[in-house]
């Protein structure tokens, strides 16, 4: 059995072990995911799911964010002890991805900001948070920071275009 298919097994028996019983659809919804990606998953097939959801997947299930390299390597799982716990509990009110919401839990926010899209409130916005390593050096900051100046003013652009009118 090669390293990604024991993995899927644990993952697989981690679920099925949680009391009450969780089903694929259960945990799909959960973490906001098809039932498919559950599958994916839980199977040979978990290569094939971005790293950060399978990260999301684990922590959802209560293991330590190292545990799944420890089933790679032939380890088990490690449960996450309380003091882990708060960093590992979704947010389900912002309704935010798996992967999103990992990203933003693991890493360093540098700076956010919002663009709306109209002058009125049912026009939308788009939320952009800018992040980098916690461990970014100053000169990683600086570097990620000039990228943003340049990406940002696309964005400012894109806000403020006017739609186009389509006259029938």
Not at 51 to 60: E, G, K, M
Not at 110 to 116: G, P
Not at 121 to 133: A, M, T
Not at 138 to 154: L, N, T
Request: hydrophobic letters at 35%.
């Amino acid at each position: 059995m090669d390293d990604f298919a024991r993995l899927g097994e644990q993952l697989k028996a981690a679920r099925q072990s949680r009391r009450p019983r969780v089903s694929q659809t259960d945990a799909a919804a959960a973490l906001g995911v098809g039932r498919s990606t559950i599958q994916k998953m839980e199977a040979e097939t978990v290569s094939q799911v971005t790293p950060t959801t399978v990260q999301a997947y684990a922590r959802w299930l209560g293991w330590t964010d190292e545990s799944i390299k420890h089933v790679l390597a032939g380890g088990d799982p490690k449960m996450a002890t309380d003091g882990e716990k708060p960093a590992l509990q979704p947010v389900p009110d912002l309704g935010l991805s798996p992967d999103v919401e990992y990203e933003l839990r693991t890493g360093k926010v540098l700076s956010s900001q919002v663009f709306n899209l109209g002058p009125d409130e049912e026009d939308g916005q788009i939320i952009v948070v800018l992040q980098g390593r916690k461990d970014a050096t100053p000169q990683e900051v600086e570097r990620i920071a000039a990228k943003f100046r340049r990406a940002r003013r696309h964005l400012q652009g894109i806000a403020s275009e006017p739609d186009e009118v389509v006259e029938t």
